[in-house]
């Protein structure tokens, strides 16, 4: 095409008309006669000398400088781009295209068209393609809810690719969630970028920003004018965004239903009053660390959201016990409640939230350094939780055999017991609440529980805890061989059994454990455990052969005498750990042909002694391995990896 007249109308008082081509001049318009044909058009020129005309149309308001200039066969002008154009012409021809595919083509043209597209809001958008061009993305509905998800990080995290995104996503049914984690140092993300978003994307749910220093109330406020779909919000370590922010969003955003603040130092407790006021649909609320939210806060939203918050996480608040009074009275709803590291809260605050009565829906209850978790405390939450399933504590130093025992007796319905760092806990106590819990209780987990002592404590005959599934007993070095065999005899029932870091723990002990299993172990951690040693291992698989499915023995002390048994018994096992143990060639031979045994993953990580001599067996065995660790096998060379990677290119190999 030679030339190529293009028309450009907007709503504004004007029109443009550009001539685009390879060449313009005199004689490839109208070859041999005059530009206008039409003799009444030429009143529009001007004459400005012997051989130069210009066209102005009538009342026409120029935009364009300097105008089309002919001179004889000369053009004494630039080459015409469409570049010349003013931001509100090429505004009004981006809103004008027929649909998302286009627009997201202009905008890959520059950084300029980029940013008038990305401002183009939907409402501006002509629609009324009348014989019009429709673009086929749009008309396959693709993702209509708005469910693409995008997540930028670090030196990512720019408005320029936030821009990009609302527009690129536009045309595939809009963008549900946005994940902004940090920011780029020179160029990082502004209010600009929000606002980009709001106008692309008004079917956002999901927005979550970590540690953005520059974005602002004006960012928040473009969001909650244009994605009023809003479901989700997570605020992490922005300082700069305040009350006046979540104002804007509990006034634009009715549909919210969780709430995540953290480390913002600026938000207040009207931000949080606003926000009970205005969503009814709130189920979740997370706030750490933000020293200005108070008491009136927490309080205005329980109480106003009473019968639609679900899940509450409170931690580093300068709360008093008035919070955890009015949590008692009227979280109705509260199915999951985690507290940690409230200072100011005291024994009185968890005696008056158990007595409140207000939380018979509770399910799950954390509590991390609090000084109020007493006995007393722990025990008017035992009865006044009837339905409570789940309880961790974790660090609560006030805590005694006492309280714990009183709290099992009276909470029926417990299904997992969780003490961590509990220190005033002793044999006493996590015994009695073995023999104290409801026949509902499924695991129980000791971490770090200096207060242990092993003790025969001379258990009376009484009818075992049938109800343990698992048993997790994890560095808490007093816990030995007499403890774990009076719970072989009150846990019959055990299928995880997870016994780490225990030095005290031997074959006398472990021994007990496995024959008076009444079900088969299913899986065993036995890591740390450096006193254990084939005689204990080679048992486990002539009993518990028929049901395991996973066994670490790292550290143990095990030869290929236990890979032997392994191979010979174990035919459900698909995931075995041994490293930092004494096995050779022989014993990854004997697994080899084994013709039962299919392993998934295999980690032999620091086995000195595994040499190139395993390559054949470990290349047989790669038949269903997706797993190998071979880390600090100094035996194997970096030649033999090589070419198990190449031949198992279905396994994942740490080396």
């Known amino acids: 095409m030679d030339s190529e007249l293009l028309l450009v109308h907007g709503s504004y008082p004007y029109c443009f008309f550009i001539f685009v081509g390879h060449d313009i001049r005199s004689d490839n318009f109208f070859p041999g006669g005059s530009i206008y044909p039409n003799p009444k058009e030429s009143s529009l020129f001007f004459s400005l000398g012997h051989h130069v005309d210009v066209y102005f149309p009538h009342h026409k308001r120029s935009r364009i400088s300097p105008p089309i200039v002919f001179s004889g066969e000369r053009v004494e002008k630039k080459n015409p781009s469409i570049e010349i154009l003013p931001d509100e012409c090429l505004f009004e021809i981006f809103r004008r295209l027929p649909g998302g595919q286009e627009r997201s083509s202009c905008a890959c043209v520059s950084k300029r068209w980029l940013t008038l597209v990305s401002n183009i809001h939907r409402d501006e958008i002509n629609d009324n393609n009348k014989g019009g061009v429709v673009s086929k993305v749009e008309d396959q509905d693709v993702?209509?809810?708005?469910?693409?998800s995008r997540v930028l990080e670090g030196k990512k995290a720019t408005n320029v690719r936030l821009a990009a995104i609302a527009v690129g996503t536009a045309s595939r049914g809009g963008l549900g969630k946005l994940s902004i984690r940090g920011s780029n140092s020179t160029c990082g993300v502004t209010n600009v970028g929000l606002r980009a978003i709001s106008r692309g994307c008004p079917s956002l749910r999901v927005l979550s920003l970590w540690d953005s220093s520059s974005v602002g109330d004006d960012g928040l406020f473009e969001i909650a004018d244009g994605c009023h779909q809003l479901e989700k919000l997570d605020l992490c370590h922005c300082p700069a965004i305040t009350d006046k922010s979540l104002l804007a969003v509990a006034k634009?955003?009715?549909?919210?239903?969780?709430?995540?603040?953290?480390?913002?130092?600026?938000?207040?407790?009207?931000?949080?009053?606003?926000?009970?006021?205005?969503?009814?649909?709130?189920?979740?609320?997370?706030?750490?660390?933000?020293?200005?939210?108070?008491?009136?806060?927490?309080?205005?939203?329980?109480?106003?959201?009473?019968?639609?918050?679900?899940?509450?996480?409170?931690?580093?608040?300068?709360?008093?016990?008035?919070?955890?009074?009015?949590?008692?009275?009227?979280?109705?709803?509260?199915?999951?409640?985690?507290?940690?590291?409230?200072?100011?809260?005291?024994?009185?605050?968890?005696?008056?939230?158990?007595?409140?009565?207000?939380?018979?829906?509770?399910?799950?209850?954390?509590?991390?350094?609090?000084?109020?978790?007493?006995?007393?405390?722990?025990?008017?939450?035992?009865?006044?939780c009837p339905n409570l399933k789940q309880l961790c504590l974790h660090k609560c130093a006030f805590l005694s055999d006492k309280g714990l025992v009183s709290f099992a007796k009276t909470a029926s319905s417990l299904e997992s017991l969780q003490l961590e760092e509990c220190h005033r806990i002793t044999q006493f106590g996590f015994f009695g609440s073995l023999l104290n819990c409801g026949a509902k209780l499924k695991a129980i987990s000791l971490v770090n529980c200096y207060g242990i002592k092993d003790l025969n404590l001379g258990l009376p005959s009484i009818l075992p805890c049938k109800s343990l599934r698992l048993l997790s007993i994890r560095n808490c070095p007093g816990f030995g061989d007499a403890s774990l065999a009076a719970l072989g005899k009150l846990c019959p029932q055990l299928q995880h059994v997870e016994l780490s870091g225990l030095h005290g723990i031997s074959d006398a002990g472990?021994?007990?454990?496995?024959?008076?299993?009444?079900?088969?172990?299913?899986?065993?951690?036995?890591?740390?455990?450096?006193?254990?040693?084939?005689?204990?291992?080679?048992?486990?698989?002539?009993?518990?052969?028929?049901?395991?499915?996973?066994?670490?023995?790292?550290?143990?002390?095990?030869?290929?005498?236990?890979l032997v048994a392994i191979a010979k018994n174990c035919q459900l096992l698909s995931d075995l750990d041994v490293s930092k143990c004494a096995i050779t060639d022989s014993g990854i031979a004997a697994l080899a042909r084994s013709n039962q045994i299919k392993l998934q993953i295999l980690s032999m990580s620091g086995c000195s002694k595994v040499s190139d001599k395993s390559m054949p067996s470990l290349r047989k065995l790669g038949q269903t391995l997706l797993g190998l660790n071979l880390q600090k096998c100094k035996a194997i060379s970096s030649s033999t990896v090589d070419l198990l990677v190449e031949q198992l290119w279905r396994c994942d190999i740490l080396f």
């Open 252 to 384: 634009g955003c009715p549909n919210l239903k969780d709430l995540t603040i953290e480390g913002c130092a600026n938000i207040e407790n009207e931000g949080l009053q606003a926000l009970a006021r205005c969503c009814p649909n709130l189920r979740a609320i997370s706030i750490k660390d933000c020293p200005l939210i108070g008491d009136q806060g927490i309080a205005s939203m329980l109480s106003s959201a009473s019968f639609t918050l679900t899940k509450i996480k409170l931690q580093a608040l300068n709360i008093t016990d008035v919070s955890l009074a009015v949590i008692g009275h009227y979280g109705k709803a509260v199915t999951d409640l985690s507290l940690i590291s409230l200072p100011n809260v005291s024994e009185k605050g968890f005696w008056v939230m158990g007595n409140g009565h207000g939380l018979q829906k509770l399910k799950s209850f954390a509590v991390t350094s609090c000084r109020g978790v007493t006995d007393l405390g722990l025990e008017a939450v035992g009865k006044g």
């Open 143 to 148: 993702e209509g809810d708005g469910y693409l």
């Open 510 to 562: 472990f021994l007990p454990l496995l024959e008076t299993r009444e079900a088969g172990l299913v899986k065993v951690n036995l890591s740390g455990c450096v006193n254990l040693s084939d005689k204990a291992v080679c048992i486990m698989a002539d009993l518990h052969g028929w049901t395991l499915e996973m066994l670490n023995l790292e550290r143990c002390k095990i030869s290929d005498a236990s």
